[in-house]
């Protein structure tokens, strides 16, 4: 298994080939089917107690688009509150320069290691990865992230990055793995997942009690106070937030919500959407330094890396309401299927489907491109997200961008000659052929009806239906339709609508 | 009430019984449906691979084939959604304000055919018999896009003889998703696997749905597993009078 490196997993292949892997894989399927069920049940069971659920996503989709729709007031209030407090603020146009900035306090406190809270901003950009180039080591301290870390292994989901692995898997990887990097697992240890814990715990214990540094990042940033807030399950992040003395934490820009008041809404959201419960077991918020007690250094990096680009984006902005629940990923049919792998980022799923092409732009790989088509449609992300994103409606608008940009392709010679770029038309796919092939027939009743015609009985079903190409992709495992005697159209023209 | 079918394409060209089946049973509730010519497909294949461009012809033909009617009824929730909620988008992608308009206006006035029996005729009785066991698959877009409810299950209640046996996981996708069945062919069948396992799991004679897409795709896959389940749209129970 490779790495993680920046949003994407290096060389990942487009999804449909990634998902045929996974998909072969009866092992992943079930731990697949059953995670996500449980979760999604569980879920389903706290949002039914909450009689004004729909409103509340009315007010939480309202507080992100408000922090949205003026973000760089809210984000310079942020700076001004926070460096009151005494935190120092770093701006980060992208990856390299966010981790670069890490790596420089690292390197400034002379340590060689350094614990993490879970944090999907780090995994994006691939902190741990830049840090070990510099000769320090990241530890994971989420369970699941550990687990991920040690098996050397990529993250398959936003809540639950080690949801592929069952526990005779993690038993596995903690008896051959931990001794490497740190206190090893007891001889004894056996698949039950309490002893998996405090397994993890003993391993843990001792690098939060040596670490001088603490990476996170988190879930939201308030303005008018300057206070950083890290939702969590496992009292880790509490230990990585409260122990070491100096603590970075690495916020994306959307994470900004104007006011105090404007968290209760989302505190309120969060946990029955990810983990189903009523309330996390624990929420930490810290606003500055305060002498004696905690952290005595506070960085706080701002991170861009394409989100001021998804911002642009006039459909696809509603992403950037996003907060990591995971619900979405739960409910959908074609990730419970998949597993996150194949959506190749440490976004997958649903969001990750539109999240990934927003954030690097459709056109720009032939994986990106992918992603948008990675879904039937079926909606059921839409349904629970907790801040109403219209996932559909934006994966079709991101598969229209996808084609638009395939429809021109800018003359790569001629941009590095310092000329003008000229546009050339691409070479049409057979998809776009079928497109135009339909988009002609019908755009006229008469030419359909010559098309179904000469589409006799026992012809393709390319021939009766002109937008569905790939004959052989359908009849792999699903018998075809009998072509009926005639169409809709003739038997009601020879019968007069079945009067005659 | 002037009332037009907007048959489908794919119903046109592969399931025209299933037309035949809501023109029968309209005209037993005393509806005049009429069959405009001129319409060809509401464009959503296209809309939903991403090529904006090559819908507009369909939605023009759509928009002049059903503009002078009151309603406009169709057996598929995904054509209604489309017509609904994505013609907009393709009319403003044209730069026509006049398409932009008359989309607007039309819109509105169609209908998926249990919105048009629930909603605009007022019935759940419509006369049926059918005396089959029966389970019954909610489409996606009739569920989540226009949000059908229990409509069906009220007009299926109402079918003489007729015994509806609970679906597992009734609310999952199937796995069609138009060109994703080809896109995805993998994930596609993968998804539809798992529905017809708990379709055979009821022990149903016959697999019941209102958007015959996505019962193509599980009766292929049936007829591929030799299941013995058969395939009904929605219209062809309800028009039944065994």
């Known amino acids: ?500 | 009430m002037r009332v037009a079918l907007q048959v489908t394409c794919l119903n046109d060209a592969l399931f025209p019984h299933v037309g035949q089946a809501v023109v029968t049973l309209l005209r037993r509730l005393g509806v005049d449906v009429e069959f405009p010519e001129a319409q060809t497909c509401c464009g959503q294949p296209m809309v939903n691979t991403g090529y904006l461009d090559e819908a507009v012809p369909a939605v023009r033909s759509f928009v002049s084939a059903f503009s002078s009617y009151d309603a406009v009824v169709t057996p598929s929730g995904s054509c209604a959604g489309s017509a609904r909620h994505q013609h907009g988008l393709v009319a403003r992608r044209s730069g026509d304000a006049g398409l932009q308009a008359a989309v607007a206006s039309l819109s509105p006035r169609v209908y998926e055919l249990t919105e048009f029996l629930v909603d605009v005729l007022g019935v759940t009785d419509v006369g049926a018999s059918y005396p089959h066991e029966v389970t019954y698959h909610p489409t996606c877009h009739s569920l989540r896009m226009l949000g059908v409810g229990d409509r069906p299950r009220r007009l299926l209640e109402e079918v003489r003889g007729l015994r509806l046996r609970e679906l597992p996981y009734a609310d999952q996708c199937c796995g069609f998703g138009g060109t994703f069945a080809v896109k995805n062919a993998d994930t596609s069948i993968a998804m539809g696997a798992d529905k017809v396992r708990h379709v055979r799991e009821t022990g149903a004679e016959v697999l019941v749905a209102g958007d015959s897409s996505c019962l193509m795709h599980l009766g292929g896959l049936m007829e591929r597993q030799r299941s013995g389940v058969r395939t009904m749209h929605l219209a062809e129970v309800l028009a039944a009078q065994e």
């Open chain 1, 1 to 500: 298994m490779q790495a993680p490196v920046g949003t994407t997993f290096v060389g990942m292949p487009a999804f449909p080939d990634a998902a045929r892997d996974a998909l072969g894989d009866p092992v992943l399927r079930h731990n697949l089917a059953h995670a996500t069920g449980t979760i999604r049940d569980k879920r389903a069971r706290v949002v039914a107690e909450v009689d004004d659920w729909e409103d509340l996503r009315v007010d939480g989709a309202a507080v992100k688009d408000t922090a949205l729709a003026d973000l760089g007031t809210h984000l310079l209030a942020l700076e001004s509150a926070l460096t009151a407090r005494g935190a120092r603020v770093h701006w980060a146009r992208d990856a390299a320069e966010a981790n670069a900035i890490v790596a420089g306090i690292a390197k400034g406190h002379g340590v060689d290691e350094v614990v993490k809270v879970k944090s999907m901003a780090t995994q994006e950009i691939g902190l741990n990865e830049a840090l070990e180039a510099e000769g320090i080591a990241a530890w994971e301290t989420d369970l699941a992230e550990l687990i991920v870390q040690l098996g050397e292994d990529r993250p398959s989901h936003i809540l639950v990055p080690a949801i592929h692995r069952n526990r005779a898997e993690i038993r596995a990887i903690f008896r051959d793995r931990m001794a490497a990097a740190g206190r090893p697992a007891p001889d004894d240890l056996t698949d039950e997942p309490a002893e998996l814990a405090a397994a993890a715990r003993l391993h843990l214990r001792e690098k939060f009690l040596r670490a001088r540094m603490a990476v996170s990042g988190a879930n939201f940033a308030v303005a008018d106070s300057g206070t950083l807030v890290v939702v969590e399950s496992e009292g880790n992040g509490r230990m990585c937030l409260t122990l070491p003395e100096v603590l970075v934490s690495v916020v994306g820009i959307e994470k900004v919500v104007p006011t105090w008041d404007d968290l209760g809404t989302m505190l309120r959201l969060l946990p029955r959407s990810s983990t189903g419960e009523r309330m996390n077991p624990y929420t930490s918020t810290w606003a500055g330094v305060t002498p004696g007690d905690g952290p005595q250094e506070m960085h706080v990096v701002l991170l861009d890396n394409g989100r001021t680009r998804a911002l642009a984006d006039e459909v696809g902005r509603q992403a950037l309401r996003c907060i990591r629940c995971s619900a979405c990923l739960n409910v959908c049919p074609v990730y419970e299927r998949t597993g996150g792998h194949a959506y190749g980022s440490v976004y997958p799923g649903p969001i990750g489907a539109i999240l990934n092409p927003l954030l690097q732009g459709p056109g720009s790989s032939a994986w990106v491109d992918s992603l948008p088509y990675a879904s039937s449609l079926c909606g059921a992300c839409y349904e629970v997200c907790p801040v109403r994103i219209d996932i559909p409606s934006v994966l079709v608008d991101l598969r229209a961008q996808v084609v638009d940009a395939k429809r021109i392709v800018p003359d790569v010679s001629a941009a590095d000659s310092g000329v003008r770029p000229r546009q050339r038309p691409a070479a049409p796919s057979p998809q776009s052929l079928a497109m135009k092939g339909a988009a002609m027939t019908f755009a006229s009743a008469r030419r359909l009806g010559l098309a179904e015609r000469f589409a006799g009985v026992g012809t393709s079903l390319a021939r009766r239906l002109p937008w569905l190409p790939g004959v052989s992709a359908w009849a792999g495992a699903r018998d075809l339709p009998q072509a009926p005697a005639e169409s809709f159209r003739r038997w009601w023209r020879r019968t007069d609508g079945g009067r005659r």
